[in-house]
């Protein structure tokens, strides 16, 4: 990885800024791992701060603007330049590059990929993270800073749900162009836990094959996580191709899946957002089940593990990071899911739109 010098310019920005596991369904073998972070990973301390860390990202952002083909993007040099209260000013050399697709090609800040040597990282806050996601504001505006908090949310929501997902942590992070030498913008932005983290933490390793059915998942982690996605009002996932899933292989040979990527999700009702014409629902805010079916016994257990995190769930928009968010999209997305709890509360309800509704049904 090339160095970058690091400037007076990088450094002055930086000064700028800086100012249980719940109930599982029984595996078919074995029982699921505990939900401890820090036990298998090293980047656990690095996800378990709760407070905003303020960083600061310099790299010529007119370049990387013009990589539209995350394929065939390269890597451009850049400088992370880290601020706290637990550190002193540390500019550590990096890499970036783009990734994506709908927002590569239409937002203002391109989603991009971080790249850190171990050497780099070692011994300070970022220690252990290796290329991980940077999910950032599609353009420098309010709104659309508030869909990156939106989102945020959600990961938090899921990781209340299972270990089986990603743990995120909050940036405040400086956007500064080193071909112009300015500072562009500063607004709110979070890493997300890298897939080889996430399976060492799991005691699991990643699968890339593709075409998984009802039948290659274990039941319980399967319904979980449709009726996550339902929750907040997601269609743009699904299984058989890994778009937006990730598969983990546990010890007992139990295909677990993961999902991310929620922007296009009914809860965060991004003004860009869009569901796809094959579907019978218009509005990404309209809930349609796109879970695999699993046998009816599980259902139930999976309802009980949302029913007992609802209070836990409703106060993470109460907490000082879900008090980032507006007000009045705080108190819009808990009445979003209150509509959910009503759902899944009646029987009625269920059997049409969530058991009725599941993929695979033979």
């Known amino acids: 990885m090339r160095l970058v010098r690091i400037t007076s310019f990088a450094l002055c920005v930086a000064a700028s800024v800086a100012g249980s596991q719940t109930q599982q369904g029984t595996a078919k073998a074995a029982k699921p791992p505990k939900d401890k972070v820090a036990d298998n990973t090293t980047t656990g301390r690095f996800f378990e701060v709760g407070v905003p860390l303020p960083v600061t990202l310099t790299t010529n952002f007119g370049r990387l603007r013009g ?10 040099p850049a400088t992370v330049t880290v601020a706290g209260a637990d550190t002193a000013h540390l500019a550590i050399p990096a890499r970036v590059k783009t990734r994506g697709i709908w927002r590569l090609k239409n937002c203002q800040y391109p989603p991009i990929r971080l790249n850190f040597t171990s050497e780099a990282v070692k011994h300070t806050v970022l220690h252990g993270l290796d290329q991980p996601k940077l999910v950032s504001n599609c353009r420098d505006d309010d709104t659309y800073e508030q869909y990156v908090l939106q989102e945020f949310q959600l990961y938090r929501i899921y990781r209340l749900l299972t270990p089986a997902s ?29 897939p080889a983290e996430l399976a060492g933490r799991l005691q699991a390793r990643q699968s890339k094959l593709k075409g998984a059915g009802p039948d290659d998942l274990e039941p319980f982690q399967s319904a979980l996580i449709g009726v996550f996605e339902y929750m907040i009002g997601n269609t743009d996932w699904g299984i058989g191709g890994l778009h ?3 598969l983990y292989q546990m010890p007992n040979g139990d295909n677990w899946p993961v999902v991310y990527d929620f922007d296009f999700s009914g809860a965060v009702n991004a003004r860009y ?4 014409p094959k579907l019978s629902v218009r509005r990404v805010r309209d809930r349609l089940y796109r879970g695999y079916c699993v046998p009816k016994e599980y259902y139930p257990r999976v309802f009980d593990v949302f029913n007992a995190k609802k209070d836990s769930i409703y106060a993470l928009y109460k907490d000082s990071l879900g008090k980032l968010l507006k007000k009045d999209i705080a108190d819009e997305t808990l009445q979003y899911f209150d ?7 009646n029987p009625r309800s269920v059997k049409q739109e969530i058991m009725d509704a599941c993929l695979g049904r033979k």
Do not use: Q
């Open 166 to 194: 990603h743990a995120v942590r909050l940036l405040r992070m400086t956007y500064a162009d080193s071909g112009s030498n300015k500072m562009l913008a500063t607004r709110y932005a979070f890493i997300e836990e890298e």
């Open 273 to 276: 957002a869009t569901v796809d």
């Open 244 to 246: 937006n899933v990730e």
């Open 67 to 76: 990589d539209k083909n995350a394929e065939t993007a390269p890597w451009r």
């Open 339 to 345: 509509d959910f709890y009503k759902t899944i509360n």
